[in-house]
């Protein structure tokens, strides 16, 4: 009864497919990804502040890209061995950084990470992407190591 099932099932997605032609078939193309996933990810021994800034616009000059409206808060910090997950829309992420993330030893005293570069879409990584900066403190420098779909981008 069941292999009768699967040979009626092969016979008319066999004939759907002759019958819509052979630049056609039943089956829906696969989703065209349209979103950015961010991965925030701390490998410090403290807690970190990420500092993210995201602006829709290709291209955005760091001045403009450094403003509160585009900053996107991290609230609570990022602790030890935390890893956070943004997903943004792609028309969401034209330019992004992270800039001078701050690594707190305490509540008044905190080391800055070297800037991070600036992002952008078309040029540094394409929608459907995995952006990762991860916060790195190797006990002498503090630093964001950024990496696109798990390759690190060259210094």
């Known amino acids: 009864m069941i292999q009768e099932s699967r040979l009626k099932l ?5 004939g759907t497919a002759i019958w819509m032609g052979a ?14 996933v961010i991965e925030l990810a701390n ?11 995201v602006d829709p616009v290709v291209g955005v000059a760091i001045e403009e890209l450094l403003v509160e409206e585009n900053w996107v808060q991290i609230d ?3 602790e030890p061995s935390e890893l956070a997950t943004l997903e943004f829309y792609c028309t969401e992420v034209g330019t992004m950084a992270s800039d001078h993330a701050w690594m707190y030893i305490s509540d008044t005293e ?6 991070g570069p600036v992002l952008d879409q078309g040029v540094d990584f394409e929608c459907g992407d995995t952006i990762t900066l991860n916060f790195i403190d190797d ?3 503090f630093y964001t190591l950024v990496e696109i ?3 690190p981008l060259p210094d």
Do not use: H, R
């Open 10 to 14: 092969i016979a008319l997605l066999a």
């Open 23 to 36: 630049d056609c078939v039943p089956f829906p193309p696969e989703p065209v990804p349209d979103t950015v």
């Open 43 to 53: 490998y410090a021994e403290f807690p970190v502040e990420p500092w993210l800034f």
């Open 76 to 78: 609570p910090l990022l």
């Open 110 to 115: 905190y080391y800055e990470s070297p800037d």
């Open 139 to 141: 006990g002498q420098v």
């Open 149 to 151: 779909n798990g390759q």
